[in-house]
């Protein structure tokens, strides 16, 4: 017997159990579907949309209010969004666990008088 009691004069050697058995067959790795052209495409176009979107609301304040333009000019990016997340998604990218919560959150920040070292403007 060895120093200590109840120990034998055997090492076990430990290895990991992955280790330990052979490998029987390698995996390759999924292929990567790149579509650069399309990503491309998607940047030139949102490029594009943003620049027809301010050259139309610097057009559109001449005429109309600025608090306005900018109602139609938030309230149609959100009907573009929505035609685009919505038939993914549904309604239940809306949900929330916590609506008190999200609720209290909304109004304290609007709430929230700018603090000194911001801008004026």
Do not use: H
């Amino acid at each position: 017997m060895s120093q200590a009691a109840g120990r034998s004069d055997v090492e076990v050697e430990l290895v990991p159990a992955a280790a330990a058995q052979p490998v029987t067959e390698v995996v390759p790795p999924a292929k990567q579907n790149d579509d650069i052209p399309r990503g491309i495409a998607f940047m030139v176009g949102a490029t594009v949309l943003f620049s027809v979107s301010s050259a139309f609301a610097k057009w559109q304040v001449a005429i109309y209010p600025v608090g306005e333009v900018m109602f139609f000019r938030s309230f149609s990016s959100l009907v573009v969004c929505a035609a685009f997340i919505l038939p993914f998604t549904g309604f239940s990218v809306f949900a929330t666990r916590r609506p008190r919560a999200t609720s209290r959150a909304a109004c304290r920040n609007r709430s929230r008088k700018p603090s000194a070292s911001s801008p004026s403007a």
